[in-house]
């Protein structure tokens, strides 16, 4: 036999039950410390692991059940079993994508990396939904509007504001007040984010209010037929199905051919009328 073939390969130390541990994880300041789970391991393992959230274990309200919450674990106290996280990024469920989108209409996506006012990079992906199918021109034009109105609002807020924005649908709001002048939506969501990079001794912060300002964004249209057409669009009529007209109760205005066989009617009666007394007045002479 070879030499390598004599070799002996390493023992690998197996790890105990108990040397492992039940570890609590806390949510970060902007989520007031709430306690979002466990996870059991290692000293050495707990570091970097994810946790998942839904937001309605936050709020209580029925309709944030579709959107997840994901808490990275950055400090770990093994002895005191509890360990922090910072804010990683949220995602809606698949159900939830899929339901925004209907048929017959243009789905817009953009997905750009924003850096908020105290270093944070996010990488965030928006999706606007048309009522009715749009022309190029449009889509083009609001996504650029997305862009613009997603990098002002990153570039003027500290970075637990923009994660506040982006969970209470307030960007969303923002996104769908500019981009409904080009064509009417049905929906604007931001269905993914992701913590990309953190600056040098960042820190995450409480939340004083959620009182946001509006971001107000200048776009540049190639065509001014585009606001003009966009203006004439009446959304009740692409919403509501067309039907068949209703019958008139209007009286109908009689044709000229039927006033004429109606005037025609009235000389033949009167001819009718006249023969008779004629032939009265003959016997009458005899």
């Known amino acids: 036999m070879s030499s390598k073939a004599r070799k002996k390969k390493p023992k690998v130390k197996k790890v105990k039950w108990a040397d492992k541990k039940w570890i609590t994880c806390v949510a970060p300041r902007s989520f007031n410390n709430n306690e979002i789970g466990e996870i059991i391991g290692l000293e050495d393992t707990i570091d970097g692991r994810i946790v998942e959230n839904l937001l309605y274990d936050f709020t209580g309200k029925y309709s944030d059940i579709s959107l997840k919450l994901i808490f990275k674990v950055n400090n770990v106290n093994f002895e005191n079993g509890r360990a922090d996280t910072i804010f990683f990024?949220?995602?809606?469920?698949?159900?939830?994508?899929?339901?925004?989108?209907?048929?017959?209409?243009?789905?817009?996506?953009?997905?750009?990396?924003?850096?908020?006012?105290?270093?944070?990079?996010?990488?965030?992906?928006?999706?606007?939904?048309?009522?009715?199918?749009?022309?190029?021109?449009?889509?083009?034009?609001?996504?650029?509007?997305?862009?613009?109105?997603?990098?002002?609002f990153a570039s003027s807020y500290n970075h637990e504001k923009f994660i506040k924005a982006m969970i209470s649908r307030e960007l969303d709001?923002?996104?769908?007040?500019?981009?409904?002048?080009?064509?009417?939506?049905?929906?604007?969501?931001?269905?993914?984010?992701?913590l990309v990079s953190i600056p040098e001794g960042g820190e995450d912060k409480e939340v004083p209010d959620d009182q946001f300002e509006i971001v107000e964004v200048d776009i540049k249209?190639?065509?001014?037929?585009?606001?003009?057409?966009?203006?004439?669009?009446?959304?009740?009529?692409?919403?509501?199905?067309?039907?068949?007209?209703?019958?008139?109760?209007?009286?109908?205005?009689?044709?000229?051919?039927?006033?004429?066989?109606?005037?025609?009617?009235?000389?033949?009666?009167?001819?009718?009328?006249?023969?008779?007394?004629?032939?009265?007045?003959?016997?009458?002479?005899?």
């Open 89 to 152: 990024g949220h995602q809606y469920t698949s159900d939830y994508i899929r339901s925004l989108i209907g048929r017959g209409s243009s789905k817009i996506q953009t997905i750009k990396n924003l850096t908020t006012k105290d270093g944070y990079i996010f990488r965030v992906t928006g999706v606007c939904t048309t009522i009715k199918r749009a022309r190029s021109s449009q889509i083009d034009l609001i996504r650029k509007i997305m862009d613009e109105v997603l990098r002002e």
């Open 173 to 194: 709001n923002q996104i769908q007040r500019v981009a409904k002048t080009i064509y009417p939506l049905s929906s604007s969501v931001i269905i993914k984010s992701k």
């Open 221 to 286: 249209r190639s065509r001014k037929s585009e606001i003009k057409r966009s203006e004439r669009i009446n959304v009740k009529k692409l919403w509501q199905p067309k039907r068949a007209p209703k019958p008139s109760n209007k009286t109908r205005v009689p044709t000229s051919s039927e006033e004429k066989s109606s005037e025609e009617k009235p000389s033949e009666e009167k001819s009718s009328e006249e023969k008779p007394s004629e032939e009265s007045e003959e016997t009458k002479t005899e």
